[in-house]
């Protein structure tokens, strides 16, 4: 037995159990697919080192490679109500809703309209054999297991997940809202959440994708969602982390566009022990765009991360980033933006931007924007503030009668609210509103 | 002209005022008192310490003062903090009004009149009767309906902003406003407008300190003294004349008495009209 082995003993023998499980309706590539993944897996481990490992340079993640991480033995839904998802994540009825208690398809929590306009929406579980011919033209073909331990790991386990197909010039009416809920166990659990979404050429879709616990227990949520967005689609893409105060998560995301599609994104972050959210995206089709926003508001101890790469491919590619992020306690956030320009993508027009409000002087921002232009005739421009509200803003309002408590709610609003304006649903937008408005953190800027 | 000090009704009475930014003294002993209803004009050029004395009178916490007091309404001003003197009757029109990004106009504007209300004792207005008085007062100024729902500030034109300080004057319902060059960099019809406000607001008992650099906005708003503040100290002091005197000899001529006299000449010493 290798080190790694021994270190992640628990992950290769849930891995066996799972395996001699056997069950009758699973398709042999998908075993294949795992067997593999198991197998880099053991080679890469978890990304411990950090010394000159840039990727992981101001987040450790010892807590989640020494918790000895259990698939749950029991998964039982049962004992989750409707009304409890409600409380913790976006929901509507009239939208289309997949839940997933522990990584696992809840057909009784779920609301799947009969008719979807020929949209193709399935757990991955009836996918993998149903689907065929799809799955396997695209799962893991962009979430690469090569170089990635937590996406190997995710792969190894691809069980269950969620699975859309947009057909070529379909609209769909409402958002797909899919919610990963974990409710921990007296032992610390593990789910490999999978998402795969095809947006057909020209359609244009809506998604939510949430993470959430209901319980405060330890639980590790490793995730990996591909999206591919084909010729001249939309796609508007949400994401929520909310969970569990003592939760570790890594969300893996991949978003693989073709010629002049259009992908948005607003990812929120609001809790988590520690979390990374690791976000690709490749515009491989002339004319592809993409605009990332995203708010993450910290609090308590903890450690948020967002690694983002925008990689310009092709030319005549537009990439818009903003992210925001307010951080109060002892709590840290880490910002790694990079944009490739590659040799061929002429007339790329790039620019990204991190922006923190710091409320606390034991909270830390580290925010690292990045360029790297290997192509002539683009248009780039990145920028990171770290800041704090300045001494005249503050008396601008407080000579419009206004107290310190009143000036620095007003501002902390708005400069959160400037990110939340952007979601489109209008239902969508009131769930942000109020998740994170109103409880925002209670601060006074003094001089 | 209605008001003298000999028929005083004091609202702001400085004496003595001297304030330092850092360790730089700027304001080196200014005497002034403003009376109900009166306006007084605060000119003088760039870097005599126009601004600071709008900003120290507002409480801007850069400043120390350093010697003399002032009185607002009968109460010691300086003790007060900034958003006291607002809700005491205290109104600054800022030179350059800041932007507040995500900040909206309707939310910020109502925060300010909540606030001020409920210091003086008056009930909340519900959301309809603020829409309405936030009509009235907005038409008053001419501003676009569709800034109220914008960031404040931001992105607005110059024009906009002095027009939009306006707007928060009138909202806020002061005993006395400082301007500080709201007239710079407008164009006729802004500060046509503007100074429509400044003279709507002044009906009644209302008092107003405009601190400019230019004679231009005397034209539209008819000041009872003006005064000429030159590196720290108020040198002169007259009626409206003075600013038609000033804009035919240009500050040297201030200068040269200044040096002439020996001494400055204070606003108590302000003849009367």
Known sequence: MTQTESKYHAYLSDFESLAADGRAHDAGWVRDLRERSLARFSDLGLPTVRRGNEKWKYTNIARIANTAFRYPSKNDPTGIRLADIKDVAPWHDRWVNLVFVNGQYSQALSSRPAETNGVRIASLAEAVVSDRPELERHLARYASTEDDGFTALNTAFLRDGAYVHIPEGESMDSPLNIIFVSTGDEEPVVSHPRVLVVAGPRSKSTLIESYVGIERNRYFTNSVTEIIVEDGAEVDHYRLLAESDDAFHVGTARVHQSDNSKFSSIAFAKSAALARYDLYIGLNGPGSTCELNGLYMTTGAQHIDNLINIDHIKPHTTSRLLYKGVLDGKSRAVFGGTVWVREGAAKSDAHQSDKNLLLSPDAEIDTKPALYIYADDVKCGHGATAGNIDEDTVFYMRSRGMDLETASRLLIYGFASEIIEKVQPVDLRAYFESLFLESLPVHRFEF | ?273
């Open chain 2, 1 to 273: 002209m209605a008001a003298t000090n000999s028929h005083s009704d004091p609202l702001l009475e400085v004496k003595g005022l001297h304030a330092a930014v850092a360790d730089t003294e700027i304001l080196k002993g200014i005497d002034l008192t403003v009376n109900r209803g009166e306006v007084h004009a605060i000119m003088g050029p760039n870097g005599s310490g126009k601004s600071t004395l709008a900003n120290v009178l507002a409480g801007r916490p850069e400043y120390h003062i350093t010697e003399g007091t002032a009185l607002f309404q009968g109460q010691d001003l300086l003790a007060m903090l900034p958003e006291i003197r607002a809700r005491e009757g205290m109104f600054l029109a800022f030179q350059y009004p800041i932007e507040l990004p995500g900040v909206r106009t309707w939310q910020f504007l109502k925060a300010a009149v909540d606030n001020i209300r409920e210091h003086r004792g008056l009930p909340e207005l519900s959301i309809r009767e603020f829409d309405g008085l936030l009509e009235e007062k907005r038409q008053m100024v001419e501003i676009d309906p569709d800034l109220v729902k914008r960031s404040v500030n931001e992105g607005f034109s110059g024009g906009e902003k002095k027009r939009n300080e306006i707007l928060q004057m009138a909202l806020m319902d002061p005993s006395l406003a400082i301007l500080d060059e709201t007239d710079s960099g407008l164009d006729i019809d802004a500060l046509r407008i503007v100074s429509n406000g400044v003279n709507r607001f002044r009906e009644s008992t209302k008092s107003v300190i405009l601190v400019t650099h230019y004679q231009r906005i005397l034209n539209y708003i008819t000041p009872d003294y003006v005064h000429v503040l030159l590196d720290g100290r108020i040198v002169k002091s007259g009626g409206s004349e003075l600013a038609l005197k000033l804009e035919e000899n240009g500050y040297d001529w201030v200068r040269g008495l200044a040096v002439q006299d020996g001494r400055t000449e204070s606003s108590k010493e302000a003849p009367t009209v």
